[in-house]
């Protein structure tokens, strides 16, 4: 499997999803829109994952790679490439299919839980219960016409869906580790208050959380890596 991804600052790296590959002994490449805006050929491609980044989508002027990169995703989706979008990776792909990102009211930094909210098949590889997930997000984005919902928060109506069964979107990140979450801390100028706000040790200080994103991740990448 040849996977690529789109990362868009260094701090913000494909942390558990590289450890996954690698021992499925999966090739993996990389954009870095912070250093090069070279792009593969989506029929070279067999998955692609977009990264988080603490720009918007609606920043073109201040990242005119943006244009680019959107440009790029929605030739994937014509070559039905696989596409996993994390955080603003999804609310890249939500744009490219067509709904609106915008301002959520409530920023959501930390472990927050997240629950089922549609019917999908991978849904069943997931406890019925709530299951934690890291997040770090101040918008968020409609449903995009035709797409599955997959998972919803407290504070966040929309936590990812499938469109197709080649689109998968995830507003939260299940692949971070502790140092990359350490990373985002350190590059952050959040005052880390409000009502969906944890406080950086509380978010570092929850190996369960962790360990149970790593197990959800590898679950959702065997899914797709079938499809």
Known sequence: MR?????????????????WAKGKGFSISFTRFYETEKLPAPQDIDLVIIMG??????????YPWLVLEKAFL????????KLLGICLGSQLLADVL??????????????????????HPLLKLFPDEAVPALHWHSDTFDLPEGAVPIYSSV?????????????FALQFHWEIRP????ELILHSDETYEGKYIQTPEKMLNNPVAFNAAKNHLWNLLDYIQKL
């Open 3 to 19: 996977i690529h991804v789109l990362q868009h600052v260094p701090y913000e790296s494909p942390g558990l999803i590289t450890d």
């Open 53 to 62: 980044g603490p720009m918007n989508i609606y920043e073109s002027d201040k």
């Open 74 to 81: 929605h030739n994937c989706f014509v070559a039905r490439t």
């Open 98 to 119: 067509g709904a609106k990102v915008y301002r959520n009211p409530e920023k959501e930094i930390g472990w927050f839980p997240i629950y089922k909210n549609g019917s």
């Open 155 to 167: 504070a966040t109506k929309n936590q990812g869906f499938i469109y197709n069964n080649h689109v």
């Open 179 to 182: 140092n990359s979450l350490m």
